[in-house]
């Protein structure tokens, strides 16, 4: 597409000093489309769906495998590329790049896997009642796709490959942080897809979305971010019924840490959870319940392993805790840490909450309470709340009153303690971690979420039924029917 000339300035988390401080480091900059631009990306994909006509659509599983299989052999020729962008663009450390890149391949050779046992199937013939029936997987028509900042390659390809393996074509908007890193691989997708299946879109998402939603051709929304963004664009369809929504969105995922857990274990895995790329992770711990029995023990191992955490730049070896991508994020965590301390709370380690420009140190954060900022926000950055109780059924009521469901943690020793939380835990949110960590892989299982959480189901298989419609071509026998 041709661009309106506007572009945007790429500030990297990795500071520079400056006489008048720290600063963001420029790093790039991208085009910024126009409404008319993303209108004729939008009549690309539309054109090359066709109706469900298009040469993408209608083209063999097999050979549609095979095009995908050229695409990821050009992108793993871009590793390194990739690599460096995910650490400047986000501050992901080099380990966790390198991890998020390899995750990516696997995850689309596992999907191509997933497509061939699929596909198997539907050569498959039933009869019942003198009808035989061939189950197909058809494609949806046009899927707007939107990836987040915090996994901007992983968590983009995990909805775009399906999506696209399926036979939809696509608008593809990266997000703001991570987008540079999808440069590279442009030339990949032109190279290897028919016109107009995959139109990569850069821009303000609150200026070209809306009409692209509003136009009523998009078929499928695919999100994972904001649950106020999704509800937003969703509303402006205007035929809501026909528009599919897979969508990753806020999360309050709670440790429920009873009176007979492993201290050792809980925290270290409290740590994990809560500060993995510095908490900036959908599945991330984001509230701590502790029985009121563990609670010193708790707070002062918790702090000790905090202090251990290495802080650097993303290439150095060993770093755990990165500079943040989001501007606003310091501020915002230290107005968390002030409304909590202004309703009677305590920071419980030394420079816990300390910030520069991008970077904030970890903060745990108690007793907090009811009524905190702490106790629903999604902080989406590296503070643990922690809330003392005496009865589980207070951890129950938690979840139970929370607009979020995705995960919860719960960590004990005693089989039959655990046993009985499970059911009302399970009914409250669609993934209980028994002892562990809550996060989304490994990727075959299913990952999605309740009330506000999310919609649909993604997963290796799970992905590929969502960006497809089952189809019956059903066949009547009778002596005159020889089809
Ligand atoms: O940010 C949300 C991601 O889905 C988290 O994935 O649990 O593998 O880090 P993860």
């Not at 998020?100 to 696997?106: G, I, L, N, P, S």
């Not at 050779?109 to 050569?123: M, P, V």
């Not at 106020?228 to 969508?247: D, G, S, T």
Request: glycine fraction near 6%.
């Amino acid at each position: 597409h041709s661009w309106s000339g506007e572009v945007h300035e790429v500030l990297s988390p990795i500071c520079i000093k400056t006489p008048s401080g720290l600063k963001r480091k420029v790093i790039g900059t991208y085009p910024l489309c126009n409404e008319a631009e993303a209108a004729e990306a939008l009549k690309a994909a539309v054109t090359a769906y066709n109706n469900g006509r298009g040469e993408w659509p209608t083209m063999s599983v097999a050979d549609r495998i095979t095009c995908v299989e050229k695409f990821t052999h050009r992108i793993i020729e871009k590793k390194n590329e990739v690599v460096k962008l995910l650490m400047w663009e986000i501050g992901k450390s080099h380990a966790d790049s390198v991890k998020e890149f390899d995750r990516t391949v696997e995850y689309i050779y596992a999907t191509i896997d997933a497509l061939k046992d699929l596909d198997r199937q539907s050569s498959k013939f039933s009869i019942e009642q003198g009808i035989v029936a061939q189950i197909r997987r058809s494609p949806l028509g046009v899927v707007l796709c939107m990836g987040p900042f915090n996994y901007p390659l992983n968590e983009t390809f995990t909805t775009l490959i399906p999506a696209l393996i399926m036979g939809n074509t696509l608008l593809f908007k990266p997000p703001k942080h991570g987008t540079l890193l999808h440069y590279p691989l442009l030339e990949a997708f032109r190279d290897c897809f028919p016109k107009g299946v995959v139109n990569t879109i850069y821009g303000r998402g609150n200026k070209i979305i809306p009409d692209l939603m509003k136009s009523g051709e998009i078929n499928v929304l695919t999100l994972i971010g904001s649950s106020k963004v999704a509800n937003e664009l969703k509303k402006l369809h205007p035929k809501v019924n026909r528009l599919r929504a897979i969508l990753g969105l806020d999360a309050k995922n709670a440790a429920i840490i009873t009176a007979n857990a492993d201290v050792k274990l809980a925290v270290q895995e409290t740590v994990l959870g809560s500060l993995s790329f510095n908490g900036q992770r959908c599945t991330a711990l984001k509230i701590v319940f502790i029985h009121r029995s563990l609670a010193d023990v708790f707070l002062n191992e918790l702090s000790e392993a905090v202090a251990q955490l290495k802080f650097g730049m993303p290439w150095q070896s060993g770093v755990a805790l990165t500079p943040l991508p989001e501007q606003h994020k310091p501020a915002y965590i230290q107005e968390c840490i002030a409304d909590a301390i202004a309703h009677g709370a305590q920071v419980m380690n030394e420079n816990g909450g300390a910030t520069n420009e991008s970077f904030v140190f970890p903060a745990i954060v108690y007793p907090v309470k009811k009524g905190m900022k702490l106790y629903t926000e999604e902080q989406f950055g590296p503070v643990i709340p922690v809330v003392p109780f005496d009865d589980l059924e207070e951890t129950i009521e938690y979840l139970i009153e929370s607009t979020h469901g995705q995960q919860v943690s719960i960590f004990s020793n005693d089989d039959e303690e655990i046993a009985e939380l499970i059911d009302p835990l399970v009914n409250q949110v669609s993934r209980v971690n028994v002892n562990c960590q809550c996060q989304r892989g490994p990727d075959v299982f299913p990952f999605t979420g309740r009330k506000d959480s999310a919609e649909g189901t993604l997963s290796v298989v799970d992905a590929l039924r969502s960006f497809s419609i089952r189809s019956l071509v059903a066949t009547k026998l009778n002596e005159n029917n020889k089809h």
